[in-house]
């Protein structure tokens, strides 16, 4: 009887601890899928084609959001960016629905091919443009923006019909190399969840 016993607590130990083990796996990839949390937004690469290596900041023009990141591609890679719970309790963080996010983007050249350009493109729904009405952009409601910086791209352009983008020019990033870009977001009629299309141009020929 006693063996009989043992035969049958043993499985349901197994079983019990295959369930677990299925648990912390699942929970471990909605973790993987919902990104990395800074200030009060996540950021992630689920949809593939880079890897973000870590996040940090508030997401305030002093202290603004750094996504360092490496792209092993130059073809184009769409971060999802998605607002966080609960909220910081901070009066400081930023907020796309009141004001601007500021985001720093930290690229590692890991293609193997050099870069000329670089274009960043906002979509409130993915594969979609972001039209002029529906409030997410680059700050369109400002001409000049003084907060637009690149540290190997010596120039930017914005366009909002029919998309929103921002591209900077005159400069190359050689691979291997790093490169930052540091801009501000707004949303005026915020969203959980929008998209960020980085895209690396190399020359033509």
Request: net charge negative.
């Amino acid at each position: 009887m006693i063996g009989m016993r043992c035969s049958g607590v043993v499985p349901f130990r197994n079983w019990l601890a295959t369930i677990l083990a299925l648990v912390s796996v699942s929970l471990a990839h909605a973790d993987d899928m919902q990104g990395l949390r800074a200030g009060n937004y996540t950021f992630s690469d689920e949809l593939g084609g880079f890897k973000i290596l870590g996040v940090t900041g508030l997401g305030t023009r002093a202290n603004p959001i750094v996504v360092r990141q490496e792209l092993t591609s130059s073809s184009p890679v769409t971060m999802v960016i998605r607002s966080a719970a609960p909220p910081l309790q901070d009066s400081d963080v930023g907020d796309l629905g009141t004001g601007a996010l500021h985001l720093r983007i930290s690229i590692v050249n890991a293609s193997g091919q050099a870069w000329v350009e670089f274009e960043f493109e906002l979509q409130e729904i993915l594969h979609h443009a972001s039209i002029f009405s529906d409030g997410l952009s680059f700050d369109q409601r400002r001409e000049n923006l003084d907060s637009v910086h690149s540290t190997l791209f010596a120039k930017y352009s914005r366009d909002f019909e029919p998309f929103d983008r921002m591209r900077f020019v005159e400069g190359k990033v050689d691979p291997e190399q790093q490169v930052e870009f540091e801009f501000p977001l707004t949303d005026f009629t915020p969203r959980w969840t929008f998209y960020l299309v980085q895209d690396p141009r190399i020359p033509s020929s």
